[in-house]
């Protein structure tokens, strides 16, 4: 099984930048998609963005769109999360997680079965 680490959270103002990376140990990485999800305190986890194996294809939550980028180096085990502009409402704990499938890409947590310890990211205004 993976074994997910995220790093790159941090504290920034709004309208920064940060970027997120999610490094996986295991042979089994470059055969499945990833997702990063997203908790805020007293809310659920949420779905952020998720990216297919090779990477041509991504998804991202309609509140992100257009400021955040997820991409993966598969060489290197890594997916990353780009994110910009952030407001504060992006604050929440960050998590990456590996999907079951290869390509098809889903944002419901269900349909993935490894996750990292997670991130802070906060975003003050």
């Known amino acids: 099984q993976v074994q997910l680490v995220e790093s790159g959270g941090g504290l920034v103002q709004a309208g920064a930048s940060l970027t997120l990376s999610c490094a996986a140990s295991?042979?089994?990485?470059?055969?499945?998609?990833m997702g990063w999800f997203r908790q805020a305190p007293g809310k659920e986890r949420e779905f952020v963005s998720a990216?297919?194996?090779?990477?041509?294809?991504?998804l991202y939550a309609d509140s992100v769109k257009g400021r955040f980028t997820i991409s993966r180096d598969n060489a290197k085990n890594t997916v990353y999360l780009l994110m910009n502009s952030l407001k504060p409402e992006d604050t929440a704990v960050y998590y990456c997680?590996?999907?079951?499938?290869?390509?098809?890409?889903?944002?419901?947590?269900?349909?993935?079965?490894?996750w990292g310890q997670g991130t802070q990211v906060t975003v003050s205004s």
């Open positions: 295991g042979r089994t990485f470059s055969s499945y998609a």
């Open positions: 997680a590996q999907s079951m499938y290869s390509s098809r890409l889903y944002s419901d947590q269900t349909h993935f079965r490894s």
């Open positions: 990216i297919s194996f090779g990477g041509a294809n991504t």
